[in-house]
């Protein structure tokens, strides 16, 4: 479960100002309400950003298959290789609730032919993890942080790929900087749970992934990370 894009590539001052008060409704416990602003301010101006935040945060609400409409809805609309790179990432992203590791993988590695963007490179790390090849994903999040050192994604790809590697501690720093860098990226804030809890800090995992959890009703990673810390 993901929060919205950490890192837009494109500047819409409306559209921001709607997530802004999606969110704001989200964390009063209005997530009909939340999603109902988004998808007026989406709907009302179509573009590839819009529909990825909304694709984020209907995943973020359980809605997966509205999510993946969404998502391919803002690949059918991009028309700029950054665009379609970005895209692209985040159906892969989704394909790894979804769908299929390989389907992820397919979807990252296009959107890096694509342009190779810190999304891009990110959502190809995390697919390389889930297809177990964890050193290829390293590589991969490196990548994506030398692409973009202020990208909270490619932060957590890094966290992801050590993770998957048993380095912990490092993965613990790796989704810090990410939530340092957007203190919302709920899937940062599951992973740096997971991290913790793996090096044996039960308390602290069991604080992180209550953050999300009491946010974010219909997490369900959030809720098994919870579960496992316990």
């Not at 790929?161 to 990410?178: F, T």
Request: glycine share 6%; no cysteine.
């Amino acid at each position: 479960a993901l929060a919205l894009l950490a890192e837009p590539v494109f500047a819409d001052k409306k559209l921001d100002d709607a997530v802004a008060k999606a969110e704001e409704q989200l964390q009063k416990g209005r997530p009909d309400e939340a999603l109902e602003t988004l998808q007026k301010a989406v709907q009302g101006a179509p573009s590839v950003e819009g529909w990825i935040k909304l694709a984020r945060f209907q995943e973020r609400l359980g809605s997966m298959d509205e999510a993946m409409k969404s998502a391919v809805a803002a690949v059918g609309a991009a028309t700029t290789p950054d665009a379609k790179a970005e895209a692209l990432a985040a159906r892969s992203s989704l394909d790894l609730v979804a769908g299929t590791g390989k389907d992820a993988l397919t979807n990252a590695q296009a959107a890096v032919a694509a342009q190779a963007t810190p999304a891009a490179l990110a959502a190809e790390a995390r697919a390389q993890v889930r297809t177990q090849d964890p050193h290829a994903a390293l590589q991969s999040a490196d990548k994506a942080v030398a692409a973009g050192a202020a990208s909270a994604l490619a932060h957590e790809a890094k966290g992801d790929a050590l993770l998957a590697l048993g380095r912990k501690d490092e993965a613990v720093a790796s989704y810090r900087k990410a939530l340092e860098l957007d203190a919302k990226w709920s899937r940062a804030r599951i992973g740096l749970a997971a991290s913790l809890s793996a090096a044996g800090k039960h308390a602290e995992a069991v604080a992180e992934a209550k953050k999300v959890t009491a946010a974010e009703e219909k997490n369900a990673d959030a809720f098994a990370t919870l579960a496992l810390a316990m």
